[in-house]
């Protein structure tokens, strides 16, 4: 048995509305998930090992470096010890260390974590992009 919808006039129109409609969202659905897939990375603990072989995905762990705040308070020697010895040297008061290219939708730029000092001991640490 078959089943009719409409007449054969208006049977095309049938199905035009349900094309009209559902392509945008068909697109708009994809495109949202391509952006997400492209922005997408793993946050990882910080893991001294990983931070000194792995330099260009160094990103995956600043988040944990800044929210759990296991600088602040250490010297500028202790920094080094544990961060290594490969940073910017802005001034006294002000180092950072390469965290690769983060992935974004327009990001083309490297990251680096900032190290601010203050007295000789870290105050603040944060993230930007170059």
Wanted: charged content about 30%; aromatic content about 14%.
């Amino acid at each position: 048995m078959r089943f009719k919808l409409g007449n054969e006039n208006n049977r095309k129109y049938l199905a035009i509305i349900p094309t009209v409609i559902l392509s945008p969202l068909l697109y708009i659905g994809i495109i949202m998930i391509w952006i997400f897939s492209v922005s997408y990375y793993p946050k990882i603990d910080f893991n001294k090992q990983e931070w000194n072989e792995n330099k260009e995905e160094r990103y995956k762990m600043s988040n944990d470096i800044i929210k759990s705040e296991i600088l602040i308070g250490k010297t500028k020697e202790e920094v080094i010890e544990l961060l290594g010895d490969d940073f910017y040297f802005y001034d006294e008061s002000h180092i950072a260390y390469d965290l690769g290219f983060v992935p974004g939708l327009f990001n083309i730029d490297p990251d680096v974590l900032d190290i601010y000092f203050e007295k000789g001991k870290v105050t603040k640490v944060g993230q930007h992009e170059t």
